[in-house]
């Protein structure tokens, strides 16, 4: 891990951390909730000992990235738009995008955004689930889940919490 560079980068009106090691093909990895870049460590040593320059950010809102505090601020088009702005300055036209969870989410609307700057997708355990204008997505979890599933789990104890 000592060759894991970590540095900060102004995008989309916010300061990102990023991980990253290796040269070559850039693999940009998207962590899941509630994780940071760190739930990567293990692939961006293994992949950048193959040829491949890996990246790793906390997104918006994530450990060391910043935190906007309005929650409007925290739509797919902030979040891709945060991850274009990072590869823009780091001269990247195009990655192969790795998304687990939460960041399998932001993986699909950024290849739906901006698929010129996509060469390959790989996600694991969330499936795209378009925009229901009609239904919010915790009611769908809850629908689907109940309760106790941890999305909605978290959304009572937040609400329980800003009551008090």
Request: proline share 6%; hydrophobic share 40%.
């Amino acid at each position: 891990m000592e060759e894991t560079e970590h540095t900060t980068v102004s995008t989309n009106g916010i300061n990102m951390h990023l991980a990253s090691i290796g040269t070559g093909p850039v693999v940009l990895f998207l962590h899941a909730f509630p994780e940071l870049w760190y739930s990567w460590r293990h692939q961006l040593l293994s992949l950048s000992s193959l040829g491949y320059r890996c990246i790793a950010p906390d997104l918006r809102g994530f450990g060391d990235t910043d935190a906007p505090p309005s929650p409007a601020s925290y739509s797919a088009l902030h979040i891709v738009g945060d991850l274009i702005g990072l590869l823009d300055h780091l001269g990247i036209d195009q990655v192969f995008l790795v998304g687990h969870d939460w960041g399998t989410v932001i993986a699909w609307w950024f290849c739906l955004f901006r698929p010129d700057r996509v060469k390959a997708l790989v996600n694991m355990s969330v499936a795209f689930s378009p925009r229901n204008p009609k239904r919010k997505p915790v009611d769908g979890f809850r629908a689907l889940f109940g309760d106790d599933y941890y999305i909605c789990r978290f959304q009572v104890s937040n609400m329980k919490r800003s009551s008090s």
